[in-house]
Each structure stands twice: as C-alpha cells, then as structure tokens.
C-alpha cells in the first residue's frame, strides 16, 4: 500500500489535519495495527512507515501508553513541555491540552486504560477520592520503572491474552487490567501517588483477628473468582491497599492465602475432569499462567503432579 492515496486515507482516518509523507528511503507506506482487548484494557502493535507530523487533541477517555520498539517520537505539549521518545522508552499520549505528535518509522506496543476504569480502581486500593486520575508527567519515574511497565506488558500479552489455554476463561485474564493499572499508577507521577505518599507516613496497624479470619474465608471460598479492591475494602472499612498491609501485620498474606486457595480448586477440578482436560487448561482457569512454576508449587504443596491427581 504505497500510494498517494492510501497515505492520504489514512491521514483523513487518524489525523486530520496531519502531514503524512512517506519514508525518504524508497520504501512502500505502510501502517498496520493489531490489537488484543479484554475488559477495562487493550493492548496494539502499531506500526507506520512514514513520517507524521499532527497536532492532536488531549486523550481523555484512555490513558494510551506507547512503548517505542522502533522509529522515534517527539511530542511537544502544552502541559508537560517537549518529550522525546525513541527505541526503548515509555510515555503516555498527553491526557491534558493539545499536542504536536511528530513520529518517523513507528513501531509502537501501545497500552490503552480505560479512564473511569482505572480512576475507579485507584479510588478502591488507594482510598483516594478523585474523579479522574491527573498525571504530573507523562514518561516513568526511573529507568527501572519503566522496565518493570514493559515486563509487565509482556507478561499479560503473552502469558494471559496470548495464551490459548486461556481462551476458555481464566480468573487471571479478569485481573489482568488490575495488574496493569496497579503498574501504571506506580510507573507514572500522578495525583494518585502523590496522596498516597502524604498519606505514607502513619504505619498500618494490624487488622483485628476477626477481620483476618474474616478476609481469610472470603479468598478462600471466592478463590475461583478475580479479586475485587473493592470487596476487601467493604470487609475491612479502609482502602484495599491498607487492608493488605494490616493482614500482613497480622501474619497473614492475602496472596499466599488465594495462591494455596487456588490451588486447591485445581486439585478438586482434576479429579473432577480426569486425564481426558489437559492439566495446563484446567490450571489455566485458576489463574496459573506459567506452567513450570505451577508444577513446582503443585507436587510441593500435594505431593504428586497434576497428572497424578488427573488419573486417581
């Protein structure tokens, strides 16, 4: 697709109003977009062979994150000054003010949050009222967080939304906008984190062993189920991430509690199904999406391998 035609058609479609030429070095134009999407979040390779230069109005209803896996960006922008993005680096399309987008050779792992989706989930593990999520900056804190963003990518791309095992339903693709959320609100300044830290400083006390006993019989008889901030928030009366932190204190680990409670309903789905389900499927619908690591923590928390328990 090389045409005048095709790089004005496609200019019309995604930016009006943007100067689209093709590459300087002879080859053909060429734009491409795959997408996976899952409630609340999607995940795209875009790729463009060609030079964009569009101004752009601000992003309001997803939070659009680009990973640059080739070419390079800069973005000028009203609210958070000149951003230069190039194979590697990690930003966020402006959410607030107008924008000039200049791409050449593009090829983008772009993650788009559904705004009220992830304000109302920040609101539930944080304990943060807001009616939208502002950021301060639209690149990472550090280097190192921007790795843990891309490893986080990764591992809902291609572990979760990629796995086929998964295609018959799984807990852990429900919590996967979770996992993404969580890692976006702690990858990029915003107002969010800001309130947490003021908020920081007061150590959590731990929760009484009612409540723990109570959140303990919860994870275990819901383990079948994603996890809801929001149902440990109404448990406890506080915010989920201090919930977390108070059953720690205690002496309890709420993810320790639903890994073992998962891995019960695996044993009891087993010899329920027999040898006839595939092992990786049934595991697979309780949240297990790295087969190695599932065995191991099988055989040592029952003493024999999945299979063992598939065949009686």
Do not use: C, K
């Not at 997408?35 to 463009?48: E, M, R």
């Not at 000054?81 to 990690?90: A, H, I, M, W």
């Not at 976006?184 to 920081?200: C, K, S």
Request: proline share 6%; aromatic share 6%; hydrophobic share 45%.
């Amino acid at each position: 697709m090389g045409s005048t035609a095709d790089v004005e058609r496609f200019a019309a479609e995604f930016y009006a109003g943007a100067v689209v030429r093709p590459m300087g070095d002879g080859r053909d134009f060429e734009v491409g977009n795959e997408t996976l999407a899952a409630p609340g979040f999607s995940l795209s390779d875009l790729w463009v062979t060609a030079e964009i230069d569009a101004t752009v109005d601000p992003v309001e209803n997803d939070f659009v994150v680009d990973m640059v896996q080739g070419g390079r960006m800069r973005l000028d922008t009203e609210a958070y000054g000149t951003v230069l993005l190039e194979p590697g680096d990690v930003g966020v399309l402006p959410p607030e003010g107008r924008f000039r987008d200049l791409a050449e050779d593009i090829d983008l792992d772009v993650v788009a949050l559904d705004t009220v989706a992830l304000t109302r989930w920040a609101g539930q593990v944080h304990g943060v009222a807001a009616d939208r999520v502002r950021l301060s900056g639209i690149t990472p804190r550090s280097g190192a967080h921007a790795q843990r963003w891309a490893a986080t990518v990764v591992h809902v791309r291609d572990r979760v939304l990629g796995n086929p095992m998964l295609l018959d339903g799984s807990v852990a693709v429900d919590e996967a906008f979770g996992l993404l959320a969580s890692r976006f609100l702690e990858t990029f300044p915003n107002t969010v984190l800001d309130e947490a830290g003021r908020r920081g400083g007061a150590r959590t006390p731990a929760l009484p062993s009612r409540l723990v006993r109570s959140v303990t019989e919860h994870l275990r008889t819901h383990a079948h189920r994603p996890f809801d901030p929001a149902e440990l928030a109404r448990l406890t009366g506080g915010p989920a991430r201090a919930a977390v932190a108070g059953l720690r204190r205690a002496g309890t680990d709420p993810a320790a509690v639903l890994w073992r409670a998962r891995l019960d309903g695996v044993r009891a789905a087993l010899r329920d199904a027999g040898p006839a389900v595939p092992v990786d499927l049934v595991a697979g619908r309780w949240g297990f999406v790295r087969p190695a690591l599932f065995r191991t923590a099988y055989a040592r928390a029952f003493g024999e391998t999945p299979e063992d328990t598939a065949a009686g």
